[in-house]
Antibody
Framework: EVQLVESGGGLVQPGGSLKLSCAAS????????MHWVRQASGKGLDWVGR??????????AYAASLKGRFTISRDDSKSTAYLQLSSLKTEDTAVYYC??????????WGQGTPVTVSS | DIVMTQTPLSSPVTLGQPASISCRSS???????????LSWLQQRPGQPPRLLIY???NRFSGVPDRFSGSGAGTDFTLKISRVEAEDVGVYYC?????????FGQGTKVEIK
């Protein structure tokens, strides 16, 4: 069974940093590109970024609006993807989800981890 | 980026009656591999999104057969044949054909 479990969310002050984790199981993590999406309360879904597999040189890409404040990484030995959030703003307050596209084109989601940026 | 436009944004429906949601993309979603990576998600209140349909019309595991997807190219539709109380929530279309993935604004389905 495919599972994605996000963790690491919490309350952080503006300008602060936070590192989110996404622990994966039930599929070949090392061969799979991983994405992060976020959702502010009562709002829609916004793509944050993605990291490709080792075969694709762990290439990363991010939403232009983030302007280099977020970094995605992965540890294939732990089947875990990470999202490093830096220089956080109040508008980064959201639930952050990790997800991937399976071999048939289906999309698997985690349960999400909430991040609140507030003083 | 591909823009995904959903209509309507709100859909009050009577229990047992059908519902339909449209999703239009600003570009064709046909991938170079011949597949069309258009999916539909359901988000119940307080829950994470849940995959209903992938590649236009394929129901995901455990999804009731009252949900169906259709369309091609740039125009897609999600239909609920007979709305049940548990179908209340927000429905999103999402394209994964072209990078970056993009989502529709969401359509809120509620019971009249």
């Amino acid at each position: 069974e495919v599972q994605l479990v996000e963790s690491g969310g919490g309350l952080v002050q503006p300008g602060g940093s936070l590192k989110l984790s996404c622990a994966a199981s039930g599929f070949t993590f090392s061969a799979t590109g991983m994405h992060w999406v976020r959702q502010a309360s009562g709002k829609g879904l916004d793509w944050v970024g993605r990291i490709r597999s080792k075969t694709n040189n762990y290439a990363t890409a991010y939403a232009a609006s983030l302007k280099g404040r977020f970094t995605i990484s992965r540890d294939d030995s732990k089947s875990t993807a990470y999202l490093q959030l830096s220089s956080l703003k109040t508008e980064d307050t959201a639930v952050y989800y990790c997800l991937f596209s399976g071999s048939r084109g289906e999309i698997y989601w985690g349960q999400g981890t909430p991040v609140t940026v507030s003083s | 980026d591909i823009v995904m436009t959903q209509t309507p944004l709100s859909s009050p429906v009577t229990l047992g009656q059908p519902a339909s949601i449209s999703c239009r993309s600003s570009q064709s979603l046909v991938h170079s591999d011949g597949n069309t990576y258009l999916s539909w998600l359901q988000q119940r209140p307080g829950q994470p999104p849940r995959l209903l349909i992938y590649k236009i019309s394929n129901r995901f595991s455990g999804v009731p057969d009252r949900f169906s997807g259709s369309g091609a190219g740039t125009d897609f539709t999600l239909k609920i044949s007979r709305v049940e109380a548990e179908d209340v929530g927000v429905y999103y279309c999402v394209q994964a054909t072209q990078f970056p993935w993009t989502f529709g604004q969401g359509t809120k389905v509620e019971i009249k």
